[in-house]
């Protein structure tokens, strides 16, 4: 509030005006703008201060504080208000990469998961064997092929889909005498396709006899380079039918096994579960792991036959 200062005989008396400063008027006695006394000391009792110190108290000094500016308000001062406290995290506890910024917590990798599965058993020699998967596929997984044939001379000219897809050899052939050979190709982020709209295709350089096709899809695996290791094993047993052992480089992976035989297979291995038993008797079985380790794979002859089996781990 601005005010104007009157001093009534000795006394000041404050008026409010809505004027800029404070103007001091001299006293009615005749008070002329003498020094005050400065041999008395105020003693804080109001009666012993002289009317020219009275007057002294009043006197403003406006280069001080600009009289238009307003008065401080307690509490927080502005410069504390405005400091950050970097100890501090948002409202959703985001982390922090320590310079403030908030780091987003890493998307986990979708699970592993058995999608679909097709086969084919043509009887005879065949010079290639095709096979549509009736199910819708989804772009970015993985198709695992598994090609077995009843003789020890023909050979793989190539595999291919109607949607395109590129295969690779994972591990073949494995063969056991003049009976068995067995391959496993794979397909990396496929391209998705219509339920039945995509079928699988293995041309032979010459004709191969009783050839079974089996191809498999699945979702939740590296769709750049998920190939990690393979073993294979061939034999004549009646007991189950193994491959060697594998170390896997990282914890999440699919151990995937295919089979052939020259009676059938009846059973998966040990933490494996059974795809599918063909009309040849040809097996797939699969099995998710979640730490790196040891593995093999097996699985259970009906009697004692010739057999082959291959294992492909993916991450």
Do not use: K
């Not at 002329?32 to 009792?45: H, Q």
């Amino acid at each position: 509030m601005r005010c104007q200062a009157l001093v009534l005989g000795g006394a000041c008396v404050a008026f409010p005006l809505a004027i800029l400063g404070c103007t001091l008027v001299a006293p009615l006695d005749g008070l002329t703008g003498g020094e005050p006394d400065a041999a008395r000391a105020p003693t804080g009792d109001a009666s012993t201060l002289d009317s020219g110190a009275a007057a002294d108290a009043l006197t403003v000094d406006s280069s001080v504080r600009d009289s238009a500016a307003p008065a401080s308000e307690t509490g927080t001062p502005p410069a504390e208000a405005s400091v950050f406290d970097a100890n501090e995290v948002g409202a959703d506890d985001s982390p922090s990469d320590g310079a403030g910024d908030v780091v987003s917590e890493p998307t986990p990798p979708s699970p592993i998961a058995f999608v679909q599965i097709a086969a084919s058993s043509p009887p005879g020699f065949v010079p290639s064997v095709t096979t549509a998967l009736l199910q819708a596929q989804t772009a970015g997984d993985l198709d695992v092929v598994a090609i077995g044939w009843n003789d020890a001379t023909s050979t793989i000219s190539e595999v291919t889909d109607t949607s395109g897809n590129a295969y690779a050899l994972a591990v073949g052939p494995t063969r056991l005498g003049s009976d068995l050979s067995q391959s496993l190709y794979y397909a990396t982020n496929i391209h998705s396709a219509a339920a039945g709209a995509n079928s699988v295709t293995v041309t032979f350089v010459q004709p191969a006899n009783v050839v079974d096709l089996r191809v498999v899809e699945y979702s939740g695996l590296d769709p750049v380079a998920p190939l990690d290791q393979t073993d294979t094993g061939a034999g004549t047993s009646s007991g189950p039918a193994t491959t060697g052992s594998v170390t896997t480089t990282t914890a999440r992976e699919l151990l995937f096994a295919a089979g052939m035989s020259t009676d059938l297979y009846s059973g998966a291995g040990a933490g494996f579960s059974m795809r599918l038993v063909s009309s040849d008797g040809d097996a797939v079985e699969d099995r998710t792991v979640s730490a790196t380790g040891l593995y093999s794979a097996t699985a259970t002859v009906a009697a004692s036959c010739g057999w082959v089996i291959q294992l492909a781990t993916f991450h």
